[in-house]
């Protein structure tokens, strides 16, 4: 066996010598359109954060007053003392904008995942993802230890022929289907109508991930599945508050009974201390803001703005421009950081090997002119977007 040390190192190697070397850069002062790295000013096409909630002033007072009232730190798990009117405000008001009967706050949008889906099914049960579903939502597959099917990305047959599969080889067992609403690295949308179709005929459920969703599409940012009015028919619904949502931690939304499963079966609910107070309440104001002020709709409006500024056809806040080799992508970031545009290289395993890009998102704070002058440097760079 070789040493510790000399493990890592050639780990390391291998990961430099493959292209895929990551390093941990700071920017300052906060999350926002304009920030600073390494001396430069930037111009921010990096962030989740779609509304520019993580630094409105009503987010930070509802966390400031909460710090204030309930402290730094939640102390415990929730099934120990750790449950907090915080935490509980936060459910009701999650539940209310979704339309459904009961949430629960998770730690994060990985930690919902990876606790809801062994939950809910066991090793004789079956799993079915789409290709292109979040690390979090392949690793909440697996520790269920349920007999995992991918189907092609938003392929409707692909998955038929998956759920004819199940029902056939496990006629008694619990089917699930788990899907995104948008997907993180391509920033497209789910044919969530034509699924919801397809599991309700095979009796199978679904579990939708809106963390690039919620916050961006639908009425005050309620996400695609309330947008299409799928609400009733989705079993699970799940995202992040740490992006659109301007915070930190994650909610799961459907029937109380889901709710009780995952309080006495989430072994990530269980088993962690509860998120701060503070982080419940920014994301409870970030709802409030959407639904009980003229400038959430204003700011999902410049948003949608952008969104159509950048590209006529686009449907989200996120849009990648594939590239294909990984240093190729490395270096079209680079040349974009040195015109002043932080536009992050997305490469394996965030997405297929060869397949690496741009990943350009948008901010309701963007303006017209630092779109203008990004698809700029982009067309003079030689992509098409
Ligand atoms: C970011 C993301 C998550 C994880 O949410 P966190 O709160 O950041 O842990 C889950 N699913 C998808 C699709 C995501 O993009």
Redesign the pocket.
Known sequence: MTGFEEDLALRLREIDEAGLLRTLREISPSQSVVVRRDGCGLVNFSS?DYLGLATHPALIEAARNELAVSGAGSGASRLISGSLPAHRRFEEAMAEFKRTPAALLFS??????AGTIPAILSESDVVILDKL??A??IDGARLSGAHMRVFPHNDLDALESRLRWARDTHPRSRILVVV?SV??MDGDAAPLAGIVELKDRHGAWLMV?E??GVGVLGECGRGLVDALGLGGRVEIQ?G????ALGS???YVCGSAALRDVLVNRARSFIFSTAPPPSAAAAAEAAIRLLTGSPEGPLRLERLHKNIRALHPSAVSAIHPVIVGAEPDAVAASSRLVSAGFLVPAVRFPAVARGQARLRISLSADHTGEMLQRLLDFLRHDGFAL
């Open positions: 989740n994060s949008g990985y930690a919902a995942a579903a979040h979090c939502l995104e997907y993180s991930d963390a690039h799940m992040t508050l740490g992006k930190s931690g994650a």
